[in-house]
């Protein structure tokens, strides 16, 4: 039996240069250059017959210590969730279908390994799904009753999707001052009025234990016809999404609708380079976006088409050839020390003409020498820049506002910041585009913005807000009265319960009576005028609301005095806080549901 050792330099001694060990057996020299030690393990193998003890023998009294690196499983990342947690993430959030999990032998073995069993039934994979959305709509559930306890409110946003599948659904998001929650998807059959998506909604609220009239503030939708009448019929606030208006302002601007069978001003002029094969190899062909703003019915501007289409072409040259766009990026690291590609926009979406004005303008001069070089600057006339100069000082603002808008945490107060920024960069420009935008903008704008309630905002955050005279008419704010009738019956309608008449020392407020009630407006005098007419037709109600208003006047009255809110109005303002601007984030939630409401995944598109 061959004798085994340990270590090799048992039987080894390094010379002075370090680059060889002396056999202490046979005295033998050997190479070990950088300490390497493979060529002593076989010396003493194979010329003294001894072998090299295993590791697994050298701690044969201490456990082994795990490997460092292990084999990489789908469910090393989801480290302590259940089966079904587990599940329901690969179907929902990884875009899984129910049969693809069902019959992955690699997912089957990642569970056994955690010790869960996954079953080999699709259906029963679906009822893991079921289960689980139980569970989380359990817990959506308490948190809202805890909302509901602490006197807290939630507003809502509603749309209507379609699906890859030509299925409809209603999607219903939920927005309180710390968070938001997705409700999930309705699935629509056959027609949809304002009557039977209202029920819809009413029906989807109370599974979570909501009631439109007394939980929800106010509802964010977009101003179709059918939401027109939808929040005519709902009790709570109808907000309107306010990107609409700005798009449909730019569209107003810089587009023209189009005649029928009138051509596009671009679909002649690119046509001398279309003998290009890459053009129509490309995905985003300019046919095609010709086609789809030809179905739209909208083109450009005849002042601004022709600067524009130059843009285009000269971005297809360098974007669509590899040889002539390595001789632009060339001449931009000179300039900008990094690449910039040129990008191309779609002829649908105003916001991808920006950024092709944007990315253009900024590599202007590189552009323009190296067309110089290929024999083709008579593409670009001077006169574009101009133009091009004017349009990006329009569209820019405009996307930043439509951006800060989109913000999860926008509200309907910092809105009003966003309009200020939006007004005042138009208003410099001083050009005949920028005022023809500002104007088209304020015009829609004032179809969806509720005026009174934005002035309870802005009067709850900031009591001065009355005595500052605003410049523009588009910020002014309602009187008073009118300010303090809306409070009066949102505090009725959300908090009947917990509203409570609490009684302001008449000498607090004797001076803010006073002082607010010398000078009184038309539309102060109007409300009177209703009042007074209401109090002698209408049957006393055991509600009492005349005291109910007389009440929630002190406490105002308070407010003003001490600028410091009372805890109804308290109450009142984080209830309005909640209330977004505009519907963003049900389009998020489409863009996520398209991940699994496909035709491959059919179980979950019930």
Request: overall charge neutral.
């Amino acid at each position: 039996m061959s004798k085994e050792y340990k270590k090799c330099w048992e039987y080894f001694r390094k010379d002075k240069d370090n680059e060889s060990a002396r056999c202490q057996i046979c005295s033998k020299t050997l190479q070990c250059k950088a300490s390497s030690t493979s060529g002593l393990h076989r010396h003493l193998e194979y010329i003294h017959g001894m072998k090299r003890e295993k590791k697994s023998e050298l701690n044969n009294d201490k456990p082994m210590p795990s490997p460092s690196k292990r084999q990489t499983t789908v469910l090393h990342y989801v480290k302590g969730l259940d089966l079904e947690e587990t599940v329901s993430k690969l179907a929902a959030l990884d875009g899984l279908s129910v049969n693809t999990i069902t019959k992955s032998e690699f997912i089957r073995e990642s569970f056994t390994s955690r010790g869960m069993q996954l079953p080999r039934s699709p259906s029963s994979v679906m009822t893991l799904i079921l289960n689980y959305y139980s569970k989380v709509k359990q817990l959506y559930i308490q948190k809202l009753n805890v909302f509901k306890c602490d006197h807290k409110k939630l507003s809502i946003s509603i749309d209507e999707w379609t699906s890859c599948k030509n299925r409809r659904y209603m999607n219903v998001h939920v927005y309180c001052n710390e968070t938001s929650m997705n409700l999930g998807l309705i699935r629509i059959h056959g027609n949809c009025p304002a009557e039977k998506a209202l029920s819809l909604l009413q029906e989807r609220l109370e599974n979570f234990q909501l009631k439109l009239e007394s939980d929800v503030v106010a509802i964010t939708s977009d101003g179709a016809a059918a939401m027109e009448n939808f929040g005519k019929l709902s009790p709570t606030i109808q907000q309107f999404g306010y990107n609409h208006a700005l798009h449909l302002a730019v569209t107003k601007v810089f587009y023209v609708k189009k005649l029928k069978g009138e051509a596009s001003v671009t679909c002649s002029s690119d046509s001398e380079f279309n003998t290009d094969s890459e053009y129509e190899q490309d995905g985003n062909s300019d046919s095609e976006l010709v086609s789809v703003a030809r179905a739209d019915q909208y083109d450009l501007r005849d002042d601004l088409s022709l600067a524009i289409s130059s843009v285009r072409r000269i971005v297809k040259i360098f974007k669509y050839s590899p040889v002539k766009n390595s001789l632009l990026q060339q001449e931009i690291t000179r300039s900008e020390k990094r690449e910039l590609e040129v990008i191309l926009d779609c002829k649908t979406c105003w916001n991808t003409l920006e950024r092709m004005i944007e990315r253009f303008l900024k590599i202007i001069n590189p552009i323009k020498t190296v067309l110089r070089e290929l024999k083709l600057d008579h593409l670009w006339k001077e006169e574009y820049y101009e133009i091009l100069i004017g349009m990006l000082n329009c569209l820019q603002p405009v996307r930043l506002a439509v951006e800060a808008l989109s913000n999860r945490e926008a509200n309907i107060l910092t809105s009003e910041g966003i309009f200020n920024f939006l007004f005042s960069n138009l208003e410099k420009q001083n050009s005949s585009m920028s005022q023809m935008l500002l104007k088209e903008i304020k015009f829609e704008l004032v179809k969806r913005r509720n005026r009174d309630l934005v002035s309870l905002t802005k009067y709850l955050s900031n009591v001065s807000c009355l005595c500052e005279m605003e410049k523009d008419e588009f910020f002014a704010l309602s009187s008073k009265n009118e300010i303090a009738w809306l409070a009066k019956s949102l505090m009725e309608r959300l908090f009947k319960g917990a509203f409570t008449a609490e009684e302001v020392p008449r000498e607090e407020i004797n001076d803010v009576l006073t002082e607010s009630s010398d000078i009184k407006s038309e539309s102060d005098l109007t409300c009177e005028l209703t009042k007074a007419i209401s109090i002698l037709t209408s049957t006393p109600s055991p509600m009492h609301a005349d005291k109910t208003f007389a009440s929630l006047r002190k406490e105002m009255s308070l407010y003003e005095a001490t600028h410091s809110l009372t805890p109804n109005l308290k109450m009142l303002l984080d209830a309005l806080i909640t209330i977004r601007p505009t519907s963003t984030e049900k389009e998020r939630n489409f863009s996520t549901s398209s991940i699994f409401v496909t035709k491959q995944t059919s179980r979950l598109s019930v």
